[in-house]
Protein backbone atom coordinates (compact mmCIF):
# COMPACT_ATOMS: atom_id res chain seq x y z
CA UNK A 1 0.00 0.00 0.00
CA UNK A 2 1.09 3.67 -0.97
CA UNK A 3 2.25 5.63 1.96
CA UNK A 4 1.01 8.41 0.58
CA UNK A 5 -2.66 7.83 1.44
CA UNK A 6 -5.18 9.98 3.42
CA UNK A 7 -3.73 9.75 7.23
CA UNK A 8 -6.05 7.30 8.95
CA UNK A 9 -8.68 8.78 10.76
CA UNK A 10 -7.97 7.78 14.39
CA UNK A 11 -4.77 10.54 14.13
CA UNK A 12 -7.93 12.82 14.58
CA UNK A 13 -8.16 14.57 17.86
CA UNK A 14 -10.40 13.83 20.22
CA UNK A 15 -12.84 16.29 21.53
CA UNK A 16 -13.02 15.95 24.98
CA UNK A 17 -16.37 17.72 25.81
CA UNK A 18 -17.94 14.86 22.65
CA UNK A 19 -16.50 12.70 24.52
CA UNK A 20 -17.83 13.23 28.20
CA UNK A 21 -21.19 14.41 26.82
CA UNK A 22 -21.37 10.76 24.90
CA UNK A 23 -19.91 8.43 27.62
CA UNK A 24 -21.93 10.28 30.41
CA UNK A 25 -25.29 10.19 28.21
CA UNK A 26 -24.88 6.33 27.40
CA UNK A 27 -24.24 5.53 30.91
CA UNK A 28 -27.10 7.58 31.92
CA UNK A 29 -30.46 5.28 32.49
CA UNK A 30 -32.17 5.87 29.87
CA UNK A 31 -29.57 6.74 27.54
CA UNK A 32 -29.79 10.41 26.11
CA UNK A 33 -27.39 12.48 24.45
CA UNK A 34 -27.26 16.24 23.41
CA UNK A 35 -28.48 17.23 20.09
CA UNK A 36 -25.32 19.73 19.66
CA UNK A 37 -23.59 16.61 18.76
CA UNK A 38 -25.31 16.03 15.64
CA UNK A 39 -24.09 19.00 13.80
CA UNK A 40 -20.17 17.78 12.35
CA UNK A 41 -19.80 18.51 8.41
CA UNK A 42 -22.48 15.35 7.41
CA UNK A 43 -24.67 16.00 10.07
CA UNK A 44 -25.24 19.96 9.03
CA UNK A 45 -25.46 18.71 5.21
CA UNK A 46 -28.27 16.62 6.27
CA UNK A 47 -29.58 19.00 8.26
CA UNK A 48 -29.74 21.05 5.27
CA UNK A 49 -31.52 18.85 3.11
CA UNK A 50 -33.61 18.24 6.13
CA UNK A 51 -35.39 22.23 5.74
CA UNK A 52 -36.17 20.66 1.71
CA UNK A 53 -37.98 17.95 2.46
CA UNK A 54 -41.73 18.04 1.98
CA UNK A 55 -42.89 17.03 5.51
CA UNK A 56 -40.38 19.03 7.57
CA UNK A 57 -42.84 22.70 7.37
CA UNK A 58 -40.74 24.98 9.52
CA UNK A 59 -38.07 26.29 7.95
CA UNK A 60 -40.20 27.48 4.76
CA UNK A 61 -42.99 28.26 7.02
CA UNK A 62 -40.74 30.42 8.75
CA UNK A 63 -39.00 31.81 6.02
CA UNK A 64 -41.96 32.99 4.58
CA UNK A 65 -43.70 35.00 7.81
CA UNK A 66 -40.04 36.44 7.71
CA UNK A 67 -40.39 37.74 4.25
CA UNK A 68 -44.44 38.65 4.50
CA UNK A 69 -43.70 40.74 8.15
CA UNK A 70 -40.29 41.94 7.71
CA UNK A 71 -41.83 45.65 6.85
CA UNK A 72 -43.85 44.91 10.01
CA UNK A 73 -40.87 44.13 12.66
CA UNK A 74 -39.27 47.46 10.97
CA UNK A 75 -42.02 49.21 11.89
CA UNK A 76 -42.37 48.05 15.58
CA UNK A 77 -38.51 48.08 16.15
CA UNK A 78 -37.58 50.87 14.64
CA UNK A 79 -34.33 51.52 12.29
CA UNK A 80 -30.63 51.36 13.59
CA UNK A 81 -30.60 48.48 16.17
CA UNK A 82 -27.66 46.00 16.09
CA UNK A 83 -29.65 42.62 15.31
CA UNK A 84 -27.88 39.68 17.35
CA UNK A 85 -28.56 36.26 15.72
CA UNK A 86 -27.82 33.60 18.10
CA UNK A 87 -26.81 30.21 16.51
CA UNK A 88 -26.36 31.70 12.82
CA UNK A 89 -24.92 28.75 11.07
CA UNK A 90 -25.64 29.16 7.44
CA UNK A 91 -29.17 30.61 7.68
CA UNK A 92 -30.48 31.61 4.64
CA UNK A 93 -33.56 33.44 6.91
CA UNK A 94 -31.54 36.24 7.79
CA UNK A 95 -31.47 38.67 4.51
CA UNK A 96 -35.01 38.68 4.59
CA UNK A 97 -34.76 40.36 8.08
CA UNK A 98 -31.70 42.09 7.19
CA UNK A 99 -33.63 43.87 3.99
CA UNK A 100 -36.26 44.59 5.73
CA UNK A 101 -34.89 46.35 9.32
CA UNK A 102 -31.66 48.20 7.70
CA UNK A 103 -29.98 47.49 11.12
CA UNK A 104 -26.61 49.21 12.00
CA UNK A 105 -24.86 46.33 12.52
CA UNK A 106 -25.13 42.30 12.73
CA UNK A 107 -23.47 40.09 15.01
CA UNK A 108 -23.95 36.47 14.14
CA UNK A 109 -23.04 34.14 17.17
CA UNK A 110 -22.29 30.35 16.14
CA UNK A 111 -20.35 27.73 17.87
CA UNK A 112 -18.93 26.46 14.69
CA UNK A 113 -16.13 28.94 13.32
CA UNK A 114 -15.93 27.25 9.88
CA UNK A 115 -19.93 27.72 9.00
CA UNK A 116 -19.73 31.31 10.58
CA UNK A 117 -16.68 32.65 8.56
CA UNK A 118 -18.34 31.73 5.44
CA UNK A 119 -21.77 32.89 5.85
CA UNK A 120 -20.34 36.20 7.75
CA UNK A 121 -18.52 36.30 4.51
CA UNK A 122 -21.26 35.33 2.26
CA UNK A 123 -23.85 37.99 4.32
CA UNK A 124 -20.60 41.03 3.99
CA UNK A 125 -20.99 40.85 0.25
CA UNK A 126 -24.63 41.03 0.47
CA UNK A 127 -25.30 44.09 2.63
CA UNK A 128 -21.93 46.08 1.66
CA UNK A 129 -22.27 49.10 3.84
CA UNK A 130 -23.30 46.39 6.97
CA UNK A 131 -20.58 45.78 9.41
CA UNK A 132 -20.70 42.11 9.85
CA UNK A 133 -19.45 41.26 13.52
CA UNK A 134 -19.23 37.66 13.61
CA UNK A 135 -18.82 36.10 17.33
CA UNK A 136 -17.44 32.61 17.74
CA UNK A 137 -19.15 30.71 20.55
CA UNK A 138 -21.69 28.84 22.88
CA UNK A 139 -24.55 31.21 23.71
CA UNK A 140 -25.62 28.95 26.46
CA UNK A 141 -22.57 30.31 28.05
CA UNK A 142 -21.90 34.07 29.21
CA UNK A 143 -20.37 35.53 26.59
CA UNK A 144 -19.23 39.59 25.28
CA UNK A 145 -20.97 41.17 22.16
CA UNK A 146 -18.34 43.29 20.13
CA UNK A 147 -17.52 46.77 21.16
CA UNK A 148 -18.48 48.46 17.95
CA UNK A 149 -21.99 47.80 18.93
CA UNK A 150 -21.73 49.31 22.87
CA UNK A 151 -24.77 52.25 22.84
CA UNK A 152 -26.61 50.78 20.06
CA UNK A 153 -30.56 49.56 20.61
CA UNK A 154 -30.50 45.84 19.91
CA UNK A 155 -32.93 43.70 18.20
CA UNK A 156 -31.99 39.42 19.35
CA UNK A 157 -32.71 36.99 16.86
CA UNK A 158 -33.37 33.59 17.44
CA UNK A 159 -34.98 31.73 14.62
CA UNK A 160 -35.68 28.22 13.77
CA UNK A 161 -37.32 26.68 16.88
CA UNK A 162 -33.61 26.12 18.21
CA UNK A 163 -35.42 26.80 21.29
CA UNK A 164 -37.65 23.57 21.21
CA UNK A 165 -34.42 21.67 21.54
CA UNK A 166 -34.24 23.02 25.60
CA UNK A 167 -36.16 21.74 28.16
CA UNK A 168 -38.67 24.67 29.32
CA UNK A 169 -36.75 25.33 32.59
CA UNK A 170 -33.54 25.75 30.30
CA UNK A 171 -35.05 27.75 27.58
CA UNK A 172 -36.24 30.10 30.39
CA UNK A 173 -32.98 30.80 31.56
CA UNK A 174 -31.63 31.28 28.30
CA UNK A 175 -34.38 33.92 27.30
CA UNK A 176 -33.27 35.56 30.69
CA UNK A 177 -29.58 35.84 29.55
CA UNK A 178 -30.37 36.94 26.33
CA UNK A 179 -32.48 39.91 28.10
CA UNK A 180 -29.06 40.36 30.29
CA UNK A 181 -27.04 40.20 27.28
CA UNK A 182 -28.91 42.50 25.23
CA UNK A 183 -30.07 44.99 27.68
CA UNK A 184 -32.84 47.11 28.48
CA UNK A 185 -34.21 48.65 25.34
CA UNK A 186 -33.74 45.55 23.56
CA UNK A 187 -36.09 43.60 21.34
CA UNK A 188 -36.14 39.98 20.43
CA UNK A 189 -37.54 38.15 17.23
CA UNK A 190 -38.01 34.43 17.62
CA UNK A 191 -39.40 31.65 15.92
CA UNK A 192 -41.32 28.60 17.60
CA UNK A 193 -42.55 25.97 16.39
CA UNK A 194 -46.38 25.39 17.21
CA UNK A 195 -48.35 22.07 18.77
CA UNK A 196 -50.37 20.41 15.69
CA UNK A 197 -51.97 17.53 15.02
CA UNK A 198 -49.64 14.28 16.08
CA UNK A 199 -49.52 12.78 12.44
CA UNK A 200 -48.33 16.57 11.00
CA UNK A 201 -45.51 16.38 13.59
CA UNK A 202 -44.60 12.81 13.36
CA UNK A 203 -43.82 12.63 9.50
CA UNK A 204 -41.58 15.98 10.11
CA UNK A 205 -39.30 13.79 11.95
CA UNK A 206 -39.49 10.53 10.32
CA UNK A 207 -39.84 11.74 7.03
CA UNK A 208 -40.48 9.36 3.63
CA UNK A 209 -36.92 9.80 1.88
CA UNK A 210 -35.48 8.80 5.47
CA UNK A 211 -33.49 11.91 5.77
CA UNK A 212 -33.78 12.63 9.24
CA UNK A 213 -33.33 8.86 10.14
CA UNK A 214 -30.07 8.96 8.47
CA UNK A 215 -29.05 12.49 10.73
CA UNK A 216 -30.56 10.78 13.93
CA UNK A 217 -27.99 7.56 12.91
CA UNK A 218 -25.32 9.73 11.77
CA UNK A 219 -24.83 10.36 15.87
CA UNK A 220 -23.32 6.88 15.75
CA UNK A 221 -21.16 6.85 12.78
CA UNK A 222 -19.70 9.68 14.33
CA UNK A 223 -18.78 8.31 17.58
CA UNK A 224 -17.31 5.21 15.68
CA UNK A 225 -15.08 7.55 14.13
CA UNK A 226 -14.13 9.70 16.54
CA UNK A 227 -14.55 7.89 19.51
CA UNK A 228 -13.07 5.06 18.51
CA UNK A 229 -16.02 3.36 18.84
CA UNK A 230 -17.53 -0.27 17.75
CA UNK A 231 -21.15 0.70 17.53
CA UNK A 232 -23.44 -1.23 14.78
CA UNK A 233 -24.90 1.18 12.86
CA UNK A 234 -27.37 -1.79 11.66
CA UNK A 235 -28.30 -2.76 15.16
CA UNK A 236 -30.07 1.02 15.42
CA UNK A 237 -33.39 2.09 14.31
CA UNK A 238 -34.64 5.76 13.67
CA UNK A 239 -37.75 6.48 16.50
CA UNK A 240 -39.93 9.60 16.26
CA UNK A 241 -42.43 10.03 19.01
CA UNK A 242 -44.92 12.47 20.00
CA UNK A 243 -44.36 12.85 24.01
CA UNK A 244 -47.77 14.28 24.74
CA UNK A 245 -47.64 14.98 28.22
CA UNK A 246 -44.57 16.95 27.69
CA UNK A 247 -45.69 18.33 24.06
CA UNK A 248 -42.83 17.28 22.40
CA UNK A 249 -41.07 14.96 19.50
CA UNK A 250 -38.62 13.10 21.05
CA UNK A 251 -36.16 11.47 18.56
CA UNK A 252 -34.63 8.00 19.75
CA UNK A 253 -31.94 5.25 18.30
CA UNK A 254 -33.46 2.07 19.40
CA UNK A 255 -31.53 -1.13 19.35
CA UNK A 256 -33.24 -3.63 17.16
CA UNK A 257 -31.24 -6.35 19.21
CA UNK A 258 -29.37 -7.14 22.52
CA UNK A 259 -26.02 -4.95 21.67
CA UNK A 260 -22.52 -5.00 23.40
CA UNK A 261 -20.31 -2.27 22.44
CA UNK A 262 -17.78 0.14 23.38
CA UNK A 263 -16.86 3.78 23.30
CA UNK A 264 -13.60 5.12 23.91
CA UNK A 265 -12.52 2.59 25.94
CA UNK A 266 -16.10 2.01 28.29
CA UNK A 267 -18.09 -0.86 27.35
CA UNK A 268 -22.45 -0.70 27.56
CA UNK A 269 -24.87 -3.16 26.95
CA UNK A 270 -28.52 -2.43 25.22
CA UNK A 271 -31.59 -4.84 25.40
CA UNK A 272 -33.47 -5.26 22.09
CA UNK A 273 -35.95 -2.31 22.35
CA UNK A 274 -34.01 0.06 24.56
CA UNK A 275 -33.50 3.42 23.14
CA UNK A 276 -30.98 6.06 23.53
CA UNK A 277 -32.76 9.51 23.51
CA UNK A 278 -31.03 11.65 21.28
CA UNK A 279 -33.58 15.00 20.85
CA UNK A 280 -36.45 16.89 21.95
CA UNK A 281 -37.99 19.53 20.14
CA UNK A 282 -40.90 21.01 22.18
CA UNK A 283 -43.75 23.09 20.66
CA UNK A 284 -45.76 25.54 21.98
CA UNK A 285 -49.21 26.65 21.87
CA UNK A 286 -50.08 30.33 21.56
CA UNK A 287 -50.40 31.21 24.87
CA UNK A 288 -47.28 29.18 25.66
CA UNK A 289 -45.64 30.85 23.67
CA UNK A 290 -46.17 33.85 25.50
CA UNK A 291 -46.13 32.97 28.80
CA UNK A 292 -42.44 31.03 27.65
CA UNK A 293 -41.61 34.56 26.76
CA UNK A 294 -42.92 36.86 30.20
CA UNK A 295 -41.01 34.13 32.54
CA UNK A 296 -38.12 34.56 30.39
CA UNK A 297 -38.32 38.33 30.97
CA UNK A 298 -39.56 39.44 27.48
CA UNK A 299 -43.13 41.10 26.86
CA UNK A 300 -44.86 39.75 23.42
CA UNK A 301 -45.57 42.40 21.78
CA UNK A 302 -46.31 41.19 18.11
CA UNK A 303 -46.97 37.73 16.81
CA UNK A 304 -47.04 36.44 13.15
CA UNK A 305 -48.59 32.99 11.82
CA UNK A 306 -49.16 31.34 8.70
CA UNK A 307 -52.76 30.53 7.88
CA UNK A 308 -52.46 27.14 9.51
CA UNK A 309 -51.15 27.95 12.24
CA UNK A 310 -48.02 25.95 12.22
CA UNK A 311 -45.16 28.45 13.11
CA UNK A 312 -45.47 31.30 15.22
CA UNK A 313 -42.99 33.94 14.68
CA UNK A 314 -43.14 36.30 18.04
CA UNK A 315 -41.91 39.83 18.55
CA UNK A 316 -41.04 40.96 22.52
CA UNK A 317 -39.64 43.41 24.18
CA UNK A 318 -37.10 43.30 27.23
C1 LIG B 1 -32.77 22.71 14.56
C2 LIG B 1 -33.65 22.02 16.65
C3 LIG B 1 -34.97 23.37 15.22
O1 LIG B 1 -36.09 20.47 16.27
O2 LIG B 1 -36.91 20.75 14.29
C4 LIG B 1 -34.95 18.62 12.64
C5 LIG B 1 -33.69 19.88 14.53
N1 LIG B 1 -34.15 17.44 14.23
N2 LIG B 1 -35.25 17.34 12.40
C6 LIG B 1 -35.96 20.73 15.08
C7 LIG B 1 -34.26 18.69 13.81
C8 LIG B 1 -34.75 16.62 13.36
C9 LIG B 1 -34.58 21.09 14.53
N3 LIG B 1 -33.99 22.26 15.25
Known sequence: MLLTEDAPARTQ???????????EGLAQEPKATPPIWFYDRRGSELFEQITD??????????TALLKAHGPDVARAAGAGRAVVEFGAGSSRKTPHLLRAIDPAA???????????????????????HLPVLPVVGDFNQPLDLPEEISGMPRLGFFPGSTIGNMDPGAAVDLLRAMRRLLGDDAMLLIGMDRIKDRDRLIAAYDDAQGVTAAFNLNLIERINRELEGDMPVDGFAHRA????????????LEALRALDFQVAGARFHMDRGETIHTESSHKYGTRDERILLRAGGWDPVEEWTDAEGLFGLVLAQA
Open 106 to 128: YVPIDISGDFLHDSSAELARAFP
Open 241 to 252: VWNDEKARIEMH
Open 13 to 23: RIDPAFRRDIL
Open 53 to 62: LPEYYPTRTE
